[in-house]
């Protein structure tokens, strides 16, 4: 059985995500979503609010889990015997910065491939970070996040006032 891992930091998921999940489906038996931890990063959402998020989002996918992984993610492949990381790719920037990753991931584990996909062309300009930055400013995401995602972006962000 074939198992990709689609690693990333989700905060929020977005319809770009949930693109190439899809897409990682009808290519592998198996999509492990990975949801990464870094503590350096300040997270809008918890690790386990993003991994929720991605389960409901992706509920309708039958051979996709969603775990939380804090370390390497060549190290959770070998933990799996998955070979083939997945990466999601909007323009060249993208692709340079994954681009790099994908050399040290390969340095570090001679065994993975990286597979880059690039998102559909509706989804070019879709990043979390923009999607926070526009929700805070009242701006309609309904075309970048699915329907829980925005819902728990109004709850959250209705608690932090």
């Known amino acids: 059985m074939a198992t990709a891992v689609f690693p990333g930091s989700f905060d929020p998921p977005t319809y770009g995500h949930l693109n190439i999940i899809e897409r990682a489906c009808r290519l592998f038996d198996k999509v492990d979503v990975l949801v990464s931890v870094n503590p350096q990063k300040n997270y809008m959402f918890s690790d386990q609010e993003r991994k929720e998020l991605l389960e409901k989002i992706t509920s309708e996918l039958p051979n996709v889990e969603v775990h939380i992984w804090d370390s390497l993610v060549v190290e959770y492949c070998r933990r799996i015997g998955a070979r083939v990381l997945v990466r999601g790719v ?46 805070r400013f009242g701006g309609n995401i309904s075309t970048m996040v699915p329907p829980e995602v925005e819902a728990a972006l109004r709850e959250k962000t209705s608690l932090q006032k």
């Open 90 to 135: 909007r323009n060249s920037s993208d692709f340079s910065h994954e681009f790099d990753l994908s050399l040290m991931n390969r340095f570090l584990c001679q065994d993975v491939e990286t597979l880059f996909i690039p998102t559909d062309q509706k989804f070019f300009l879709v990043s979390s970070s923009a999607i926070k930055e526009a929700f």
